[in-house]
């Protein structure tokens, strides 16, 4: 650097200190020292007053103005270290210095990245750190400016980051991306610095090593920082999305925490950084972000820097007054400012200057004082948090325990009454069993002869268990099938009944015997009676003979023979009577005991009459539970995609979310039936169980369909339709939890489905396309005319073409009329494949009315298939107006007063409104018809030549441009560069404009698609354009609680250069 020799006097003669320009001049050179003693090519580490220097000096200036005047002049590509250190003292400028440094910095960023490229295609080592230092100061200026909450040191509250990062969760995560991009940096330039050194103490010792070891201070500020933050917003994302998600976040999360951590650990191990810096522990293990609790374990770590002077340095004044060199240090070292401008006029001190030396003193030490307040309070406000954090969990355990103990006493309340209804249940089946047992006892009398019967009775009874038995483990083995579990209970109370019936005719029968037996009984009585009178009057007989002995002697011997006789036949007949008395005894005795048997037999058979009913309730009960579960579980997902950002490039067309909603309210109406049949007989809940599947099934569709046709709805209807969607979810829910519990299953109504059903259902009916040309009865009439004005264009742009080409020929001549002469060619092959395919398309239409018209004349079939008579006007139009703006293009380019690109856009739109035709006609057309072949051959043709069209405009254009060459011969390299630069903003305004005529052309197409009709998804009386859904407009901006979708940055030309991509994530 010269120096200046002739000073002018005036300057010369002024007093330092007292005026503005005095001063601004001894700022200068108070810089111009600072900037020249901290960047040289000594290698050693800048010290800490210098560049502390040069951040008073942005902040006294208010930017980096001065800094970057002197900084800008260094010969940086000449020395490795010097612009290692100049990178050091930029980066501590950043953190340290005014924050309008920032913007400075920003205009000299191609001077950063031009040092950094040229040092990086060098194989210096120095020069490779230089490389990766610049990536990291170009990644911090952009991440600044971007997010100005956030300081150059990266410094702040968590509110300010809780407000920083916003609510919207794609900023967030956008956020945390860019965080993640800063920490690589960071990372990779201590990375490259340990690996250009080894462990060893004696290394950080020396001054070769502290010079490349001095810049990680800083590093190790910022990467504190950036990883408290990074937990904090990956703990706030996981509170918003599903864990699968962010899968990736947090792999990369982990491996940037365990390279961080043997960062710290290296750089604990070092001597160097022990007196100069103290290094947080980081813990053992990464957290755990599916944990929401595992937050209140985690630490901020916090940096600390000792606020002391190094020993082997002398503090020196702020502001220098005095011009001399100072005492202590050599004459030889020459003073920057003095070799460039001399020395200035003045030496002595007043009391101004010593008030404002006085003055930085106190201000520098109130300012270290302030520091360590700072840190203390840091270290304060991190020990409460902790606290607070541990208490926060604690109360969210006793939350939780609180939580588990009302759900354990709901749990017990609910078994409760359970038990109170079973106690209920016993006390009605010991009242049923007391009045069988009166039944038994009444009917006692029938049961007086059933041995006979016994035999058969008990291998009946015997079967009957038999067969209940396999009934039983056939209900255990098979309770999914609920036929065959009707079928056996069908059977067996049919056998149950037949037993019934045989038993009631035997105990019939048997009665009769009884009846019988007891006539026999009663008439033997009689007789005996008769025998006792008879004796009786052969006692007085007797009697009278006894006393006419002496009379009627000789007739003695023949009565008393005759009194023997009757006396042994008396006592015959007493002991056949006390015999029959005996046995008839004995018989009641025993049937007796077969009557207590079979009345036990019975009471059993009763009670498993009555288990196997209650058992088949609560299987039914179960089967209806189940089911009612999974139709929960089915609405809950179609609820849920009201708010999924997936589901917003789904689409469909509001006829099929129509037919939808009727086919819900037809499923609404059998639901309420199968209730109804369920409550009437709760033995069989087949009806209800397949009732609830249809509804569940088809207002889940309903719902999904309704959000689908919302995507493509205006504003208004569309948040009537989630509003009507989110209602019907809501009630249905509640519904199927009704069903879920038998107390308020009786209660459950099924018409409250019905209102939100019925609203998406007129909502569907009014997002409708309506015709806007024409009435359904005049539709005929237009297709016929549509097709013959389209047929009438084409044949014009034939007739207009060859005009073109004659003229060509006699206007033009060489390249252009070759040019000329294969455009216009192409043209007119494609306009005849054109005529050729709409005549095709007219025979295909005629057979499809003929043959689908049926009684009906041609215009009812047109107004019957209204939407299709539509598609297909609309097509016919597309293609007579491709072909007018084609021949209007094709004229433009002869005549060079058009663009080349005019006509290959009005190509594409030829080969797309063709196709559309081809798809309207091919909708409705027979697969086996010939004139269908035809057409498909005549649409391959069109796209043929419509490729060649194509190809010819470019092959021209190319042919024509190929002739102008540039000419490099008298421009010199200013001048050459100069022109590179202009060339270079003129790409940057290209692709600026470039991008908005892209986001221009999306919201025209949607328009177009909106005013065609194509609210929804055509049916298959409306065919789609193919590529519709991928020139579709931008979709509404997801709410809170969904999987993000990540817009890239506008800034494109600032990350290109830098090497900062925005991480983007696309819905499938």
């Known amino acids: ?190 990375e490259s610095v340990f690996r250009q050194l080894n462990t060893a103490i004696a290394v950080s010792q020396m001054s070769s090593g502290q010079c490349r070891l001095a810049p990680l201070i800083q590093v190790i500020q910022d990467c504190s920082h950036l990883y408290h933050y990074t937990v904090k917003l990956l703990f706030k994302l996981h509170s918003c999305l599903p864990a699968d998600t962010l899968q990736g976040h947090r792999d990369r999360f982990h491996e940037q925490f365990h390279s961080l951590k043997n960062f710290f650990r290296r750089a604990s191990d070092m001597l160097y950084f022990k007196r100069l810096i103290q290094i947080p522990r980081l813990p053992e293990g990464p957290p755990n972000f599916l944990r929401a609790s595992a937050l209140a374990e985690h630490i901020k770590p916090v ?94 355990e006793q939350r939780k325990q609180k939580q588990k103990a009302l759900v354990d006493n709901e749990q017990l309340r609910h078994e409760l009454a359970q038990l109170r209804a079973a106690q209920q249940e016993g ?95 009663e008439a033997k009585a009689g007789e005996l009676v008769h025998v006792q009178e008879a004796l009786s009057r052969s006692e007085q007989s007797g009697l009278e003979l006894s006393a006419q002995l002496d009379v009627l002697s000789a007739e003695k011997e023949a009565l008393s023979s005759a009194v023997r006789q009757r006396e042994a036949e008396l006592q015959a007949a007493q002991g056949l009577a006390q015999e029959k008395a005996a046995a008839l005894s004995q018989e009641q005795q025993r049937h007796s005991q077969e009557r207590d048997e079979l009345q036990g037999r019975l009471a059993d058979k009763e009670s498993q009459e009555q288990g196997l009913l209650q058992r088949l309730l609560a299987e039914q009960f179960a089967v209806l539970r189940r089911t009612a579960a999974e139709a929960e579980r089915i ?71 309704g959000s689908a046709t919302s995507h493509l709805a205006p504003t208004d209807p569309a948040d009537r339709l989630i509003d009507a969607c989110r209602e019907c979810g809501s009630r249905a829910l509640e519904l199927v939890g009704q069903l879920q519990d038998q107390q308020t299953v009786q209660k459950a109504q099924a018409s409250l489905v019905r209102t939100p059903l019925q609203g998406i259902l007129q909502l569907g009916q009014e997002l409708r396309p309506r015709s806007l040309d024409v009435r359904q009865e005049e539709l005929g009439a237009v297709v016929d005319k549509e097709l ?33 002469e294969r455009i216009l060619t192409s043209c007119t092959d494609l306009m005849k494949a054109i ?74 739109e030829i080969a797309a409104s063709t196709a559309q035709l081809v798809a309207a006609s091919k909708v409705k057309a027979n697969k086996n018809s010939p004139h269908l072949s035809r057409l ?32 490099f011969s008298g421009m010199s390299l200013i001048k050459l560069k100069k022109q590179e630069m202009e060339t270079q903003v003129r790409v940057l305004e290209l692709e600026k404009t470039l991008e908005a005529e892209r986001v221009r052309l999306g919201e025209l197409r949607r328009q ?36 993000p979708s990540v817009v890239p940055r506008q800034d494109h030309q600032l990350n290109r250069k830098d090497d900062v991509c925005p991480a983007q994530l696309v819905n499938s």
């Open 427 to 521: 006390e009605r089946s010991q009242s049923l069993r007391e009045e069988a047992e009166k039944r038994a006892s009444a009917t006692e009398a029938r049961y007086a002869k059933l041995k006979e019967q016994h035999g058969k009775l008990v291998t009946t009874h015997a079967e009957l268990l038999r067969k209940n038995a396999d009934t039983a483990r056939q209900l255990t083995v098979k309770q999914q099938n609920q036929e065959e579990v009707q079928r056996v209970k069908e059977q067996l109370a049919f056998q149950v009944e037949q037993v019934k019936r045989e038993s009631e005719m035997k105990l019939e029968e048997q009665s009769d015997q009884l009846e019988k037996v007891r006539r026999e009984l």
């Open 1 to 190: 650097m010269n120096s200046i020799k002739n000073v002018p006097a005036r300057v010369l003669s002024r007093r330092p200190g007292h005026s503005l320009e005095a001063e601004r001049e001894q700022f200068d050179k108070t810089q111009a020292i600072s900037i020249s003693k901290a960047i040289n090519t000594q290698e050693a580490p800048v010290k800490e007053k210098h560049a502390r220097r040069i951040i008073l000096g942005t902040h006294h200036e208010k930017g980096a103005f001065t800094f970057w005047s002197y900084a800008i002049g260094l010969p940086l590509p000449s020395s490795a270290i010097l612009s290692w250190k100049f990178c050091h003292v930029l980066h501590k400028v950043l953190r340290d210095g005014h924050p309008n440094v920032l913007h400075d910095c920003q205009r000299y960023r191609s001077n950063i990245r031009e040092i950094g490229e040229l040092w990086g295609h060098l194989h210096d080592r120095y020069g490779q750190l230089v490389n990766v230092y610049t990536k990291l100061l170009l990644t911090k200026i952009s991440f600044h400016l971007k997010h100005p909450q956030f300081p150059a040191g990266l410094e702040v509250t968590d509110e300010v980051l809780e407000k920083a990062a916003g609510t919207d969760i794609n900023d967030i995560f956008q956020l945390t991306v860019e965080m993640f991009d800063y920490m690589d940096c960071e990372l990779k330039l201590s």
């Open 788 to 820: 013959a004005a389209t047929s009438a264009a084409i044949e014009e742009a034939v007739r207009r073409i060859e005009d073109m080409m004659n003229q060509a020929r006699h206007a033009s001549s060489g390249v252009k009329l070759e040019v000329n």
């Open 936 to 967: 498909q051959e005549c649409s391959r043709t069109v796209n043929v030549m419509a490729a060649n069209v194509v190809a010819s405009t470019k092959s021209g254009q190319e042919q024509i441009e190929d002739r102008d060459t540039m000419d």
């Open 303 to 396: 940096v600390v820097i000792p606020v002391e002077a190094p020993e082997d340095e002398e503090p020196e004044n702020l502001i220098e007054i005095s011009t001399g060199p100072p005492a202590a240090e050599p004459a030889v070292v020459a003073d920057l400012f003095d070799q460039t401008f001399g020395p200035p006029n003045g030496s002595v001190k007043d009391n101004r200057d010593l008030q404002i030396e006085a003055l930085k003193r106190e201000v520098e030490m109130l300012r270290a004082e302030l520091e360590k307040i700072k840190l203390e309070a840091q270290r304060y406000i991190a020990q409460l948090k902790g606290q607070v954090n541990a208490l926060e969990a604690e109360l969210e």
């Open 835 to 908: 005529r050729l395919l709409v005549t095709a398309s007219t025979h295909l239409q005629k057979e499809i009315v003929e043959s689908g018209r049926g009684a009906a004349t041609q215009q009812e079939f047109y107004a019957k298939n209204s939407r299709w008579t539509e598609g297909l006007i609309s097509a016919s139009k597309a293609v007579g107006w491709g072909a007018t703006q084609l021949v209007e293009s094709a004229d433009k380019v002869v005549l060079h007063t058009g663009k080349y690109e005019e006509l290959i856009v009005c190509s594409h």
């Open 1008 to 1043: 177009h698609y909106v005013l065609a009709g194509g609210v929804g998804t055509p049916s298959e009386e409306e065919p789609s354009q193919p590529g519709s859904a991928a020139h579709s407009g931008p979709s509404r901006k997801p709410p809170l609680a969904q999987k």
């Open 635 to 705: 609405l809950r997902d179609a609820v849920g995609k009201l708010d999924d950002p997936l589901h917003l490039r789904c689409t469909s067309s509001p006829d099929y979310l129509v037919s939808r909603a009727q086919a819900a309210l037809e499923a609404v109406s059998a639901l309420e039936v199968g209730h109804a049949q369920y409550l009437t007989s709760r033995s069989d809940a087949s009806a209800l169980v397949a009732a609830l599947t249809q509804f569940s099934h088809l207002a889940a569709d309903t719902i999904v369909n």
